[in-house]
T-cell receptor, first 111, second 112 residues
Framework: GEDVEQSLFLSVREGDSSVINCTYT??????LYWYKQEPGAGLQLLTY?????DMKQDQRLTVLLNKKDKHLSLRIADTQTGDSAIYFC???????????FGAGTRLAVHP | GAVVSQHPSWVICKSGTSVKIECRSL??????MFWYRQFPKQSLMLMAT?????????EQGVEKDKFLINHASLTLSTLTVTSAHPEDSSFYIC????????FGPGTRLTVL
């Protein structure tokens, strides 16, 4: 079956790095995504990684993928208060285009 | 990235009435769009896959006669919540795209 799990809450100090972790179960997943949702808003695509990649970096964001362990992480460097939001990990189920979402990790950034 | 819009952004209706929500891809064509619902402090649950020119594919447990989906053009999909009840109150979000999936801003439905 398909299942995506995330820790529910992360608190970091402004300027530190944040690391949000995610595990998934579908070994045939082709793409894995990170989305950001601010209160009352839709989802903003932050980045995604193809399953044959180990790492992807985009400015302050670094995605690491361990396909053997089915583990995905999102690292946000120099975390700012504007990064406070809920971050969703999602996998694209193999053979389909639908996304399976984790429960979301609430990131709180404090001074 | 590409832009997906939804209308309305919020709606309040009386129990028993029907509500239509529109999802548009503004700068690209989408043969497939997806409808999700999100309850407060919860994740997104896929309701159905909207296919242009054919019937929608519903996820298990989603009543197709209650949540009517029409994908009449390559840029527009509509979700109609028929005979709405308070338990249908939720945040409804659509998405479109392929490798990159872009989400609309969501529609908050409140049924009184």
């Amino acid at each position: 079956g398909e299942d995506v799990e995330q820790s529910l809450f992360l608190s970091v100090r402004e300027g530190d790095s944040s690391v949000i972790n995610c595990t998934y179960t579908d070994s045939s997943s082709t793409y894995l995504y990170w989305y950001k949702q601010e209160p009352g808003a839709g989802l903003q695509l932050l980045t995604y990684i193809f399953s044959n990649m180990d790492m992807k970096q985009d400015q302050r964001l670094t995605v690491l993928l361990n396909k053997k362990d089915k583990h995905l992480s999102l690292r946000i460097a120099d975390t700012q208060t504007g990064d406070s939001a809920i971050y969703f990990c999602a996998e694209r189920a193999g053979g389909y285009n639908k996304l399976i979402f984790g429960a979301g990790t609430r990131l709180a950034v404090h001074p | 990235g590409a832009v997906v819009s939804q209308h309305p952004s919020w709606v309040i209706c009386k129990s028993g009435t029907s509500v239509k929500i529109e999802c548009r891809s503004l700068d690209f064509q989408a043969t497939t769009m997806f409808w999700y619902r999100q309850f407060p402090k919860q994740s997104l649950m896929l309701m159905a896959t909207s296919n242009e020119g054919s019937k929608a594919t519903y996820e298990q447990g989603v009543e197709k006669d209650k949540f009517l989906i029409n994908h009449a053009s390559l840029t527009l999909s509509t979700l109609t919540v028929t005979s709405a009840h308070p338990e249908d109150s939720s945040f409804y979000i659509c998405s479109a795209g392929w490798d990159e999936q872009f989400f609309g801003p969501g529609t908050r439905l409140t049924v009184l």
